[in-house]
């Protein structure tokens, strides 16, 4: 009994309310639908399985059964601008920890890994959705997927996806996995609460080494960008220069270009 309140407590609000499924449309629904009947801050879904699962700019998330962890949190008093930057670092923190993987992010949350190959694979995905009331953020639904063993990639995934077990030759325990996850989560959560983000960005900054001097490229409106970063401005924008000029992005997609000089 001692245990079980210990390690609930580790979970910090996660730990108060978790339901688990085992075959689900999105855990990102499920966690909606519940905000909608009431569910308090810190609500938790996991699921074995998502037959609909999504990721960001309207990306699908592969979902099958007996491969990843699937995870959705409710946060209702907390809407800090940088909860994509926290989120990132729990997941890569969370792997590295579990599964001695050397996890790394690429903007803004990306989570992957490089195989023995030398080829960068997404092993992890994350999606935050926002409600608003009255033009202000009422609440946030954050998803989570691990890729944590191997599968048969469909499409295009093939030559992006990877997973936990296949970079490692680890099989993790799912649950292990989840309780480290939540627990991390739990910690970074705390720190945007308190306003301690110092830390955090640095930590993101640590875990991403593509956010200095990498080439990328992005949209705006139609246009196509190219610049290179140079790190994380103190309110969590990425910082790239263009010319003489800098730009801060803030969330969006960029495209890693590796030029001549970086592949020297």
């Known amino acids: ?31 909606a639908a519940l905000a909608d009947q009431g569910a308090p801050h810190g609500t938790v879904v996991v699921a074995k399985r998502q037959t609909a699962g999504r990721g960001r700019h309207g990306n699908d998330w592969f979902s099958p059964l007996g491969t990843g962890l699937y995870v959705s949190v409710l946060l209702r008093r907390l809407m800090s601008p940088l909860l994509p930057l ?32 030398g080829e960068s694979r997404k092993v992890a995905g994350i999606l935050l959705e926002a409600t608003t009331v009255d033009g202000q953020r009422a609440r946030v639904v954050m998803g989570i997927g691990v890729n944590l063993r191997e599968a048969r990639w469909p499409g295009a995934l093939a030559a ?9 030759g680890t099989r993790l325990n799912p649950d292990d996995v989840l309780i480290q996850l939540l627990a991390t989560l739990s910690e970074r959560c705390d720190d945007l609460e308190s306003g301690s983000i110092a830390d955090l960005l640095r930590r993101w900054e640590l875990l991403a080494p593509s956010s200095r001097g990498t080439t990328v490229e992005w949209s705006v409106g139609a246009t196509r960008r190219r610049g290179i970063t140079e790190g994380l401005n103190e309110d969590g924008a990425l910082i790239v220069r263009v010319g003489t000029d800098h730009e801060c992005l803030v969330g969006g997609e960029v495209r890693h270009v590796r030029t001549r000089s970086e592949t020297r």
């Open 86 to 117: 926290a989120a990132g670092v729990a997941v890569a923190d969370t792997l590295r920890q579990t599964a001695k993987l050397e996890a790394w992010l690429e903007w803004p949350n990306d989570v992957v890994a490089v195989t023995a190959d």
């Open 160 to 168: 992006r996806a990877g997973s936990v077990e296949g970079v490692t």
């Open 1 to 31: 009994m001692t245990d079980q309140t210990e390690g609930t407590a580790r979970l910090g609000v996660f730990g108060a309310k978790v339901h688990l499924y085992e075959s689900v449309t999105s855990t990102n629904d499920v966690v």
